[in-house]
């Protein structure tokens, strides 16, 4: 529904310059990049964001208590060559680093996560035994990233307004113990009516490379744009396989078992 939504408004934004588009009782999408990525293949600006609130696992700042979700953010900027692509959660970390730190058995970086408390901890089983995501930011900067989680459930509740069982922030539930669904929102921008298409593309390719150009700190090979790492991770992955741990596998054929879907090993 989402990529409908997005496709929807590209082609209107090519027609009237700037369309939006909510989708109402969505739940899980997958990563949000994609949408972005959608509309700057079109050669649109594209925003997307997913925003949950009263059910999730990222606590206000301040708080320490679940009740925001990671409510992600996406911008796709056209450029002439590789777009630009923003996609992250409002989260330090996103929920599935947690779970795959937890599979590793392995620690999470200071600053992600507090425990059933609200204690600072790197435990990834804390989150799971009540804790809670911290917001972007985490300890000593969190309230930016809580005043970007707050925004998008705001923002996605405009899908909401209106719905049965409906907070007009974001959130719904399909009775008790029912699945979350969440309010999206995207927006598409055709730079053609803002000066030109051409010259805005080219002088994002630019931009992109001055930054591409920057001097690195010390202990770092070079400096990226966002997009470049799962651009770079992409095709590593396409030529070399997908590693996966032990424990992921054992989950992975358990449920298979479970849905009777065979997987080679």
Same mark, same amino acid.
């Given at each position: 529904?989402?990529?409908?939504?997005m496709?929807?408004?590209?082609?209107?934004?090519?027609?009237?310059?700037?369309?939006?588009?909510?989708?109402?009782?969505?739940?899980?999408?997958?990563?949000?990049?994609?949408?972005?990525?959608?509309?700057?293949?079109?050669?649109?600006?594209?925003?997307?964001?997913?925003?949950?609130?009263?059910?999730?696992?990222?606590?206000?700042f301040?708080?320490?208590?679940?009740?925001?979700?990671?409510?992600?953010?996406?911008?796709?900027?056209?450029?002439? $060559?590789?777009?630009?692509?923003?996609? +992250?959660? *409002?989260?330090?970390?996103?929920? @599935?680093?947690?779970? #795959? =730190?937890? &599979?590793?058995?392995v620690?999470?970086?200071?600053?992600?996560?507090?425990?059933?408390?609200?204690?600072?901890?790197?435990d990834?089983?804390?989150?799971?035994?009540?804790?809670?995501?911290?917001?972007?930011?985490?300890?000593?900067?969190?309230?930016?990233?809580?005043?970007?989680?707050?925004?998008?459930?705001?923002?996605?509740?405009?899908?909401?307004? $209106?719905d049965?069982?409906?907070?007009? +922030?974001? *959130?719904?539930?399909?009775?008790d @113990?029912?699945?979350? #669904? =969440?309010? &999206?929102?995207?927006?598409?921008?055709?730079?053609?009516?803002?000066?030109?298409?051409?010259?805005y593309?080219?002088?994002?390719?630019?931009?992109?490379?001055?930054?591409?150009?920057?001097?690195?700190?010390?202990?770092?090979?070079?400096?990226?744009?966002?997009?470049?790492?799962?651009?770079r991770?992409?095709?590593?992955?396409?030529?070399?396989?997908?590693?996966i741990?032990?424990?992921?596998?054992?989950?992975?054929?358990?449920?298979?078992?479970?849905?009777?879907?065979?997987l080679?090993g």
């Open positions: 529904a989402t990529a409908l939504a496709s929807w408004a590209a082609g209107r934004a090519l027609e009237l310059g700037i369309a939006a588009a909510a989708v109402r009782r969505a739940n899980h999408l997958g990563r949000l990049g994609e949408y972005a990525e959608l509309a700057a293949a079109r050669g649109v600006v594209g925003i997307a964001t997913v925003g949950v609130v009263g059910r999730g696992g990222v606590t206000p301040g708080g320490r208590g679940r009740f925001l979700g990671t409510n992600p953010w996406a911008i796709g900027v056209p450029a002439a $060559g590789e777009p630009m692509i923003y996609d +992250a959660a *409002t989260s330090a970390v996103a929920e @599935g680093k947690l779970r #795959l =730190a937890r &599979a590793k058995g620690a999470v970086p200071a600053g992600a996560i507090v425990d059933s408390e609200g204690r600072p901890s790197t990834p089983n804390d989150y799971y035994a009540g804790g809670a995501l911290l917001p972007l930011g985490g300890l000593l900067a969190g309230h930016k990233g809580y005043g970007l989680a707050l925004a998008s459930a705001l923002v996605g509740g405009l899908a909401m307004v $209106g049965d069982g409906a907070t007009t +922030a974001g *959130t719904a539930r399909a009775g @113990g029912g699945p979350w #669904l =969440a309010g &999206a929102f995207v927006v598409a921008i055709d730079p053609e009516w803002f000066g030109g298409a051409e010259s593309r080219m002088a994002v390719a630019d931009v992109l490379g001055a930054l591409r150009r920057q001097p690195a700190a010390d202990g770092v090979d070079e400096v990226l744009v966002p997009g470049d790492p799962e651009r991770s992409r095709e590593r992955r396409l030529e070399e396989g997908i590693p741990s032990d424990s992921v596998w054992s989950d992975l054929l358990e449920v298979g078992d479970r849905y009777g879907v065979g080679a």
